[in-house]
């Protein structure tokens, strides 16, 4: 594990600040100017600082040592807190397209330069925002850093097309174009479906988590090379690895000259374990049933696990 509990905390906290600070632009600039993209958007925020309040609780609740409770950690918490990110950007997606579709049918109303430009800020904002949440989370390993480097993406598409939309209807009014007045709420339904795409994806990867599904056919087939690469080892009788937060746990039963002692073969359980989290610093534990192998003895791997069968 690579996890740095509190340099990861600090980035979820610039997360949070930020998203107060631009809720409470979005929403003034919004209200003073009347702009429907402005006042949706920065409802989207606040959605965002509620979400960025369960990544920094999950984080913390995270880092918590196993317990007679939790025997595996509290990993998962961060799994939780990612699918409870997507609920908010479903929740958002589905807000703003009410929000566009009612400005696209509604009256037309004047754009201000203070509205646009308060939306440019915004999105070079997060996308300073996204740049340093993203390199956190995958500098310290975090899941919850994913969600939120993913939120602040989404957050990107958003403040984009609202100053897009702005901007159209700006240079409309002043140059007296038609029509240029949609281009507000339809950039608007078009980022909802931005977002609601990133909240699908992550909810899909929370729930395959919290669900014990097993990790990609990628990353079984690298442990699966690292065992083999002992060649006391001789075959593979079952191998799982699930993803328990931000680790993995490895679960395996191989076979072994039967000649070998207790002692020989538990230091062979602990060169193989050394080796696999030497290797991949992800996999938190490796949990190893030794079965005999004899000289004369056919074996045929598990149907159950076909990927799992001899190449």
Do not use: C
């Amino acid at each position: 594990m690579t996890y740095e509990g509190p340099k990861a905390l600090f980035t979820a906290w610039v997360s949070l600040i930020s998203n107060l600070l631009l809720t409470l632009i979005k929403l003034i600039f919004g209200l003073i100017f009347h702009s429907t993209a402005l006042i949706a958007d920065g409802v989207h925020n606040g959605g965002d600082v509620i979400a960025s309040v369960a990544t920094i609780g999950s984080m913390k609740l995270s880092n918590h040592p196993a317990d007679r409770e939790h025997p595996y950690g509290h990993g998962k918490a961060e799994d939780i807190s990612t699918a409870f990110i997507s609920i908010i950007l479903t929740a958002a997606a589905l807000f703003l397209t009410y929000e566009a579709v009612k400005a696209l049918l509604g009256p037309v109303s004047s754009v201000s330069i203070w509205a646009f430009g308060a939306a440019l800020v915004s999105a070079l904002w997060k996308w300073l925002l996204y740049i340093y949440t993203n390199q956190a989370a995958n500098r310290y390993h975090s899941k919850s850093l994913q969600a939120t480097a993913a939120d602040h993406l989404a957050d990107i598409y958003a403040s984009i097309a609202a100053a897009l939309g702005l901007g159209v209807s700006w240079v409309g009014n002043i140059l007296h174009i038609p029509y240029t007045h949609y281009g507000d709420p339809v950039a608007g339904i078009v980022v909802s479906i931005l977002i609601l795409r990133i909240a699908v994806i992550m909810m899909v990867k929370a729930t395959n988590v919290l669900m014990e599904s097993s990790v990609d056919e990628k990353d079984q087939e690298k442990y699966r090379e690292i065992f083999l690469s002992f060649p006391e080892v001789k075959n593979i009788d079952i191998l799982r690895a699930r993803e328990h937060g931000n680790a993995v746990l490895i679960d395996a039963q191989i076979r072994i000259p039967a000649s070998y002692t207790i002692q020989e073969g538990d230091d062979l359980t602990e060169a193989i374990r050394s080796k696999m989290i030497h290797e991949y610093p992800d996999v938190e534990e490796v949990l190893i049933h030794i079965n005999p192998w004899y000289e004369d003895q056919k074996l045929i791997e598990p149907e159950s696990v076909p990927h799992l069968k001899n190449k």
